[in-house]
Nanobody, 129 residues
């Protein structure tokens, strides 16, 4: 059974940091890309970052470039999202998902849902001003 479990969310003040974890099981980790997505209240889900487990290539949305860093520990089947210099607009539920590649993360929900078929339950991140 494919399973993705996020952890590490919480409440932090603006300018603070959090590290999210995505623990994966039930599939060959090296064959997939792991993406991070977020959904704020009343807004569409959007792609935030992605890492290809096979070659380590990464993607970041413009809104988080320079502040977030994605990494992968293949031995632990875990992907991390280090989030620094957090802003109130980063407040959302953060989800990780497994897919065929990182290209779809930059697209619309229609695009990335087609490629990322396995999702975690999400972890809440709240940034106060």
């Amino acid at each position: 059974e494919v399973q993705l479990v996020e952890s590490g969310g919480g409440l932090v003040q603006a300018g603070g940091s959090l590290r999210l974890s995505c623990a994966a099981s039930g599939f060959t980790f090296d064959d997939y890309a792991i993406g991070w997505f977020r959904q704020a209240p009343g807004k569409e889900r959007e792609g935030v970052s992605c890492i290809s487990s096979s070659d380590g290539s990464t993607y970041y949305a413009d809104s988080v470039k320079g502040r977030f860093a994605i990494s992968s520990d293949n031995a632990k089947n875990t992907v991390y999202l280090q989030m620094n210099s957090l802003k109130p607009e980063d407040t959302a539920v953060y989800y990780c998902a497994a897919g065929g590649g990182c290209t779809a993360v930059a697209g619309t929900p229609l695009t990335f849902y087609a490629d990322f078929g396995s999702w975690g339950q999400g972890t809440q991140v709240a940034v106060s001003s």
